[in-house]
């Protein structure tokens, strides 16, 4: 899905105002969605749907204790595989005036808020690859920092005055990195590719 700028209500910018002086007020929203994960939320099913069939229709001749920790293993990896899966099959990606905010999955959560105030650069990269960061989903690496992963492909790079970085992946991350920069206190700073591995 591209990236979208909502406009405020035509109430809200009086007719004598130059449009410039508002264009501030329009917040950018955009997303990002992984197919791959529907695939391991089938496989988090097949897990829950195991553990009932043993708890169901086991024989309880073989003892207790090995079922029952067939039964636990069984659902305790189901729920972990649909979380993971479900939690970041897509990442939506908001820029107001005050902040970026990050939400995760359908649930909104993981959400991650950051000021702009803490931003002090933010860089277009055109190849974010989820092989370099591990894999999908809310990843640290030393020499990286973190990153939202949910595909392969564009995304952006934030630089923070504590000296951090949070790579996101989201459509059109241009006009992501363009409103980002514009709200900036030094707007403009110049283009950069993400440093490191394509």
Do not use: N
């Amino acid at each position: 899905m591209v990236g979208r700028m909502r406009e405020p209500e035509p109430a809200s910018r009086p007719a004598d105002d130059p449009p410039h002086l508002h264009a501030a007020v329009e917040t950018w929203t955009g997303r990002a969605s992984g197919r791959l994960q529907w695939f391991l939320a089938v496989a988090g099913i097949a897990c829950l749907a195991l553990g009932v069939e043993l708890a169901v229709d086991s024989s309880w001749a073989s003892g207790v204790t090995p079922l029952v920790m067939a039964v636990v293993g069984c659902i305790a990896a189901g729920l972990l595989i649909l979380y993971g899966t479900l939690a970041f099959v897509h990442v939506a990606v908001r820029v107001d005036d005050d902040a970026l905010e990050v939400r995760c999955g359908h649930l909104g959560f993981p959400r991650r808020r950051i000021p702009l105030g803490t931003v002090t650069a933010v860089d277009y990269a055109p190849s974010v690859c989820p092989r370099h960061w591990g894999g999908w989903g809310y990843r640290w690496r030393p020499e990286r920092g973190m990153a939202v992963v949910v595909r392969r492909g564009e995304g952006l790079v934030l630089r923070l005055a504590d000296g951090h970085s949070l790579t996101v992946t989201v459509d059109d991350a241009r006009a992501a990195v363009h409103a980002i920069r514009s709200r900036l206190p030094e707007a403009g700073s110049s283009y950069q590719g993400m440093p490191g591995r394509p």
